[in-house]
């Protein structure tokens, strides 16, 4: 298949929103950075040339200034806090899980309030009060005290659980993590997308990509500028700030659920 091919679709399913008159809402999510790398640079290269704003998961403990002064120079990289030290607390065998169920509620939510003073402290106005949990789990029972502690939003993966807070989570992963660990077969990438669309077109929440800039592979890059060629096209595609959303979702919130 050549790649015109496996893009077309999506090509055609943008244009349905156009002919709805309708926009389809992406966001993008980045995880793991810490500090300014070739492949950091090549992210905010990236999504800078195509002025898609991302939101980069910083892991607090790790992080320092060097990363503030990298940021300086791209407007479009907003910061949410990527749980504290991206460290398992999981017995042997279980999933990994820094916010988990194993540690007390109160040291578990000290590191979450240490995390978000310490990017707050470093980013300034470019960090946003958003939970991005390590490997994408945290115990519910800690869900109704993220506002208590200072978050205005969460994101994890998959499809949203009603909450006490704004939930914007992703929902497309480009990573193979469990197979060749570089980048999923574009094909079936563009078909998850198309997926993720048309549910958005019913339930208006958008698509979420996940991307980890780290591993990235030159598939990996290469997908993603397809996909931000193909969404600068029309006008049918728009690429949500995560301050949009979390404002947006925050009304949504059902107070005293979890
Ligand atoms: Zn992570």
Redesign the pocket.
């Known amino acids: 298949m050549t790649s015109d091919q496996i893009w077309q679709p999506l090509v055609e399913e943008l244009a349905r929103w156009q002919r709805a008159d309708r926009k389809a809402e992406f966001w993008l999510r980045d995880?793991?950075a810490v500090d300014p790398t070739p492949a950091l640079d090549r992210l905010l290269d990236l999504t800078g040339q195509f002025a898609i704003p991302v939101t980069l998961?910083v892991i607090p403990a790790l992080t320092d200034g060097k990363l503030v002064a990298r940021l300086d120079e791209a407007p479009h990289a907003t910061v949410a806090i990527?749980g504290w030290a991206?460290r398992n607390h999981a017995p042997e065998g279980q999933k990994k899980q820094e916010l988990d169920p194993h540690r007390s509620r109160e040291a578990v939510l000290d590191d979450l309030a240490r995390g978000l003073s310490r990017i707050t402290g470093l980013h300034g106005a470019r960090a946003v009060p958003m939970l991005v949990p390590?490997?994408n789990r945290i115990d519910a029972s800690l869900i109704s005290e993220l506002g208590s502690i200072g978050f205005a939003a969460l994101s994890v993966y998959g499809p949203p659980k009603p909450a006490s807070l704004a939930v914007i989570n992703s929902n497309v992963d480009i990573m193979d993590w469990h197979g060749t660990r570089g980048c999923r077969d574009h094909g079936i990438l563009v078909q998850t997308i198309i997926a993720q669309s048309r549910r958005a077109f019913d339930d208006g929440e958008p698509v979420g990509l996940l991307t980890h800039h780290l591993v990235h592979d030159e598939s990996a890059w290469l997908f993603l500028e397809r996909l931000f060629t193909v969404t600068a096209r029309t006008e049918a595609c728009a690429w949500l700030p995560i301050r949009t959303l979390v404002r947006r979702g925050a009304g949504r919130a059902i107070p005293g659920k979890v």
């Open positions: 995880d793991d998961a990527h991206h390590p490997w």
